[in-house]
């Protein structure tokens, strides 16, 4: 994916630490999120009524714009098919103008037939749409609930929360603050919420009889002749004067004009009676909007009503056109148009471009008649349909966004087929959409005993996960790959899913899993006599080991992988482990031998493809440069870095690679010079999602401070990142930091903290036995 930077460096814009505890302020509009999201689908058409909820809806606002909520949290309760979602929208909608901060929206699926939208889900695509990056999601879910309720604050946003099941659903959706205001639908009267968070609710009821004929009237308004009122009553009554149940049957009246109302009528009295014998009869209401549901459906063309059928056995609660074409085993448009009959029909809802769902009472219907009319081969046979369009359109998406990464599709029978990405920001987009679906495609496919499409998926997937960290989605699906491919006894599939685990646990920072699955995987890879692949788990694990600032035990896992791919002759896999090796030299503090495999890296990769690795290789050597005291060839190997990232579009590279740029800048005396590019990486890491690279950006940035005699700014910063560092588990760089503001602080004259802050340094320091830490310690002691 190409990323551009555009960031200035007007001293308008300079990076300044104002209140460390609520974050760090960028001053300029570059860096703050700035997006209105405008998440509510379309209003509803004919809507009637509902003049007395509405009205209690409004309760809920003050007065005054600038005058805050007089409710916070707002609960439409009421039965399925009684307009909740409708009478929340069509509010929404008509109040809009009241929250200039933009509007959220999400169907939390709680009475779905399958899984209910968990809080991590939602929380991850609401701070998306707040601007947060795809990969800035905090794993635990009250981290990421606190990130959210922090971008909420002082913000004046609706946020529609439709379909909840439980109280515990809601909350950790719910603001912080005064500001925002929510809506939450749902079936239950959700209790707790009103006593605990003093929710107002508003109880819907069926329609009158006057509302619910006014409805029908409007719906058949200009298709039929005006209707008889008794009539029109009738039907309402056929239809429990349930707004779902009464759209659909005006949507078949209104279809068939030239048809008796009566006799239209007749028809559903007769399915009526027929689902009358079939029911329990426990729930009236839910029995009358099942009867038209039959009564619509049966009305259907055969064609249109086996899609419909079919949507029951679909994985995605969400679908697009091409994934309804796969199931059904249609072409693209033949799926458009049974879809637009559909939605005609009010069977199915168009929620955005090329974008459907069934409501829940609908989806369970169109199971249901799945397992009456469809054989269970059939079922299989749609099923597998669809996941095999899922899987091979991954495959191509990860062929834009990781074409390094090799395809899982090894001899696989296909049975439907996915069309080619135009290019990286359409196969972005396909997946960004389709993210909830991929999930629910590989828990469908283990549930049905697809166990190969279960392992080949989340296995194809690794290659865009690791660019944009969705650590929920990768390691459950990565959990449920390995399970299947253990079940199948595919050992083959079972190393990948092993290695991708290790991936997200160790770029997640959860090293102690990270941990065993890098084991796990170098102790198959032997096993199946996989070199190559020995020699890439060797190199992880080396990186796992780097990042612990564990470097004996680095050096032998990238020495191990080394003389592997050299016995191998793999030359581009020499020079990323030479790279791995030299930059653990340099950690030791062993320039020499880290400027010896940094020219031998450096030769190999001019005859190979590969922007960020030769441009890591020039970090590296800026580093050595720099360290040995000559900052013009320093500046020369990283400025050929950083040009090779901007070329080549990679944010990531560039945000890394623009550190030693600050570095530089400092050790050639020209601090002033160093906070744009300090200010830049900062800003595209926060970007990018990687707290502990925006910690390192900001770290710099202090050091820069102290270097500009600034050093009241620079504390502020270091005390920012001491915090990052240890929700990270990082402790060398949180015994750095700690270091770092020791000395800020002692040139503020605060000598007893800079004592304390040096003395909690030095203890950290003790943990490392490297020759970076011992230079350390005595530096520390000395100023003790």
Known sequence: MRTRSELSGTAGEVVQARDVHGG???????????????????????????????ARLDQALAGDLDEPMVVAVTVIAGTAGVGKTSLALHWAHRVGDRFPDGQ??????????????????VLDRF??????????????????????????AGRRMLIILDNAATAGQVRPLLPGTAGCLVVVTSRSHLSGLVFREGAHRVSLDVLSEAEAVSLLG????????????????ELARLCARLPLALRIAAERAARRPRMPLSELIEDLRDESGLWDALSTGDDEEVDAVRTVFAWSYRALPDGVARLF??????????????????????????????????????????????????????????????????????????LRRVLDWYLQTADRARAQLSPQEPSMLRTVELTSAAPPFAGQEEALRWYESERPGLVAATRAAAGAGLHRIAWQLPATLRGVYMNFNPFGDWVSTGQVGLASARTLGDRAGEVELLDSLAMAYTQSHRFDEATRYHRETLALRR??????????????????????????????????GLALVRALGNRYWQALVLGNLAETCLELAEHAEAASLLREALEIFEGEDDYAGEGNALYLASVVEREQGRPEQASAAVERALGLARLHGSAMCEAHWLLERCRVLRAAGSPEEALVPCQ?????????????????????????????????????????????????????????????????????????EASRCAREALTAFAAFDDPRAAARRIDLQRRL
């Open 218 to 233: 409007t719906v058949l308004a200009g298709y039929r002749a005006e209707a008889a009122a008794e009539e029109l009553a």
């Open 127 to 152: 701070l998306r749409a707040l601007g947060v990056p795809a990969g800035e999601m905090p794993v635990d879910l009250d981290d990421r609930a606190a990130h959210y309720r922090s971008l909420l």
């Open 309 to 382: 059928r079919l949507l029951g056995v679909h994985p995605a609660l969400e679908f697009s056109v091409a994934s309804a074409a796969a199931l059904a085993g249609v072409s693209l448009n033949q799926a458009k148009q049974l879809l637009e009959v559909l939605v005609d029909a009010h069977l199915v809802e168009q929620t955005s471009h090329g974008r459907y769902q069934c409501h829940d009472l609908l989806r369970s219907y169109a199971t249901d008649q799945a397992r009456q009319e469809e054989t269970g081969e059939s079922r299989q046979a749609a």
């Open 24 to 54: 760090v302020h960028f001053h300029g509009a570059e860096f703050r999120p700035g997006r209105v999201p405008h998440q509510l689908p379309a209003d509803v058409r004919s809507f009637v009524n509902r003049a007395a909820e509405l």
């Open 680 to 752: 830049r990486a900062a800003a595209i890491q926060r970007r990018l999602g990687d707290r502990g690279r925006e910690a390192q950006a900001l770290d710099e940035t202090g050091e820069t401070y102290r270097a500009l005699d600034q050093p009241e700014e620079a504390a502020n910063f270091f005390r920012l990142t001491v915090s990052v560092h240890r929700d990270l588990g990082d402790r060398w760089r949180v015994a750095a930091s700690l270091d770092s503001l020791s000395k800020a602080l002692s040139e503020t004259g605060d000598a007893e």
């Open 527 to 560: 096993e199946l006599g996989d070199s190559l692949g020995e020699a890439i788990a060797l190199s992880g694990l080396g990186l796992l080991h780097l990042r612990r600032r564990e470097l004996a035990e680095a050096r032998s896992a990238f020495g191990q």
């Open 104 to 121: 959220l929206y999400v169907n939390l699926h709680g009475h779905d037939p399958g899984p209910r939208a968990s809080a991590e889900q």
